[in-house]
């Protein structure tokens, strides 16, 4: 297959691995090629399903990911625009860990939690709107849904914790957890092989819910630290 046809780079099919992030790579790779400038179009949804040879959420996963760095904006009934030029190289934040040592990797990883997700939910107090205590709430009900059915959640736990970021309204939020959110959920799926790590954390996530519905700001940042002192004595204990 050749690289080009005309002017144009060929977007390629991918093998089967992970798709949303190999989508991910494909899409950055052809706005750099494509030497794409802040403004420009991307290739339609259909275009991109048929090129790449994924699904329509496999697409819409990856075009989220763009979304929350701040690089591209879908605008109703017009397409999907870059905002800022982006390249492989910059849409993930290459952390270093010693994945050697599991618990000490987890314990680096809270400290950047603590600082970020306390500071998230008193922002979010201070600003959210009627629109995102719904959203946030949604999340939430899901989390509780599954939990009381599994004994324990993954991505709706941080499909709750997103939504308080949006509640920010500060972009960088979002986009800070989006470039942490590989590493992240790496070491913190299930850690020490334990079905219940973290789960007295529970019922925490409805008290920062409720305390973010108040605009107590002191008290969301209360609530977080709860969640995560619960998420420490788990991790040393469990890792004795």
Sequence with gaps: MK????????????PAMDRARQ??????????AAKLKAGDR??????????LAVGRSTIREAIRHFQALGVIETRMGSGTYLLKPVSKATIHMPLSLDTAHLRDVLLQTLEVRRGIECEAGMVAARRRTAGDLAVIEEKLDEMERVHQAKGTSGPEDLAFH???YDATHNPLFGQLLEQ????????WTHPFDREDFARRSFPFHRTLFNAI????????????????????????????
């Design 3 to 14: 690289a080009h046809v005309g002017d144009t780079p060929l977007i390629r099919p991918l």
């Design 23 to 32: 989508v991910t790579e494909a899409l950055a790779h052809y706005v750099e």
């Design 42 to 51: 991307l290739p339609a949804e259909r275009e991109l399903m048929a090129a």
């Design 162 to 164: 997103m939504a308080v």
């Design 180 to 187: 942490m959110r590989e590493t992240f959920e790496r070491f």
């Design 213 to 240: 519905v108040a605009q107590d700001a002191e008290a969301a940042r209360e609530e977080t630290l709860k969640i995560l002192e619960v998420v420490e004595e788990d991790i040393k204990e469990m890792s004795k």
